[in-house]
């Protein structure tokens, strides 16, 4: 029952995201939604905190939803990516602590127990099997929702 509220507490609150993940998902966003842009448009529009309320908005903004979701590594379905999902990468610091800092993976596809996605800033696909995934993701899945007309 524990697990549960602080799994609902997690899906709730906004995360800090990298200043530089936060513009590429924007970027992978106007893609999706055939938007051109001109470099790095947005650099003016949004002011930090970059989070995943921020993103959230923007895509609003851009006549798109997200939507935040716990999902587990295995329970990617094709039928919602591409998908944007968080991820707990470890990193080291100057004085030799680990440090995790929350990144960006674009999923683009989930079959046959196997992920295909893109980590953020990176020029390159990896596909993985989605127990190897699950050791980096943190089972906090945006959801691109087309807006319907209203």
């Given at each position: 029952?524990?697990?549960?509220?602080?799994?609902?507490?997690?899906?709730?609150?906004?995360?800090?995201?990298?200043?530089?993940?936060?513009?590429?998902?924007?970027?992978?966003?106007?893609?999706?939604?055939?938007?051109?842009?001109?470099?790095?448009?947005?650099?003016?529009?949004?002011?930090?905190?970059?989070?995943?309320?921020?993103?959230?908005?923007?895509?609003?903004?851009?006549?798109?939803?997200l939507l935040k979701v716990?999902?587990?590594?295995?329970?990617?379905?094709?039928?919602?990516?591409?998908?944007?999902?968080?991820?707990?990468?470890?990193?080291?610091?100057?004085?030799?602590e680990s440090e995790h800092?929350?990144?960006?993976?674009?999923?683009?596809?989930?079959?046959?127990?196997?992920?295909?996605?893109?980590?953020?800033?990176?020029?390159?696909?990896?596909?993985?099997?989605?127990?190897?995934?699950?050791?980096?993701?943190?089972?906090?899945?945006?959801?691109?929702?087309?807006?319907?007309?209203e």
């Amino acid at each position: 029952m524990t697990f549960l509220r602080l799994q609902k507490r997690m899906i709730g609150e906004s995360e800090t995201l990298v200043k530089e993940d936060f513009f590429w998902a924007l970027n992978i966003l106007c893609e999706i939604k055939k938007i051109t842009t001109q470099g790095n448009i947005f650099n003016n529009e949004f002011k930090p905190p970059y989070t995943t309320d921020l993103l959230i908005l923007a895509a609003k903004l851009m006549g798109m939803r997200l939507l935040k979701v716990y999902r587990p590594s295995c329970r990617i379905s094709a039928k919602t990516l591409p998908s944007l999902a968080l991820s707990n990468i470890q990193s080291s610091n100057k004085q030799s602590e680990s440090e995790h800092q929350l990144r960006i993976d674009l999923i683009v596809d989930s079959r046959a127990g196997k992920i295909t996605y893109m980590p953020a800033n990176e020029n390159r696909i990896i596909t993985v099997r989605c127990d190897d995934y699950a050791k980096r993701y943190t089972e906090n899945l945006l959801l691109i929702v087309e807006r319907s007309c209203e």
